[in-house]
């Protein structure tokens, strides 16, 4: 009989809402890259990583192949992922030495510019833990 109507004005305000929340999302990314805080160690040594792991693979995989004396499109296969781990490595180690080189002397510069708010709350919040091995544990350590 009657439809439910959604209200157009709940919808314009999620509307908004969304649209808030991708320009802010924007303006952050933004500025990041044009503050020069791109974590390129970071990702340098994710590749890094990433490159030595297939590298490892590689080799984890060729001693398993003599073990099993497996044929040639085994070999060739094997070769390419250890040939080929070098193309992430390289790129990490790319990356982490432009960061060091080009960036470092930027974000440094830039960290000393900032000031530091003033601290107006001065309560500190401590957790403390404590082990009790003889009582509280079933364990005996």
């Known amino acids: 009989m009657f439809a439910a109507r959604a209200d157009p004005a709940l919808k ?3 509307h908004w809402d ?3 929340l991708m320009r802010i999302h924007i303006r952050k990314f933004a500025t990041l890259v044009r ?3 791109v974590p390129l160690f970071f990702l340098g040594s994710l590749l890094l990583l990433s490159g030595l792991s ?3 693979l590689g080799i984890f995989l ?3 192949r003599v073990g099993l004396q497996l044929g040639e499109p085994f070999r060739a296969w094997n070769e390419a992922l250890v040939w080929y781990s070098g ?3 390289t790129l990490g180690l790319l990356f982490m030495a432009t960061d060091l080189a080009l960036l470092l002397p930027g974000k440094r510069r830039r960290s000393r510019l900032d000031t530091l708010d003033e ?3 001065r309560h500190v919040v401590v957790a403390l833990t404590a082990l009790t ?3 509280a544990s079933p364990m005996r350590w």
Request: hydrophobic share 35%.
């Open 54 to 56: 297939f590298y490892f």
């Open 18 to 20: 969304e649209n808030l």
């Open 119 to 121: 601290i107006t709350d």
């Open 133 to 135: 091995t003889k009582k």
């Open 87 to 89: 193309v992430p490595s």
């Open 12 to 14: 314009l305000s999620r």
């Open 35 to 37: 503050g020069g805080d």
């Open 62 to 64: 060729s001693i398993f």
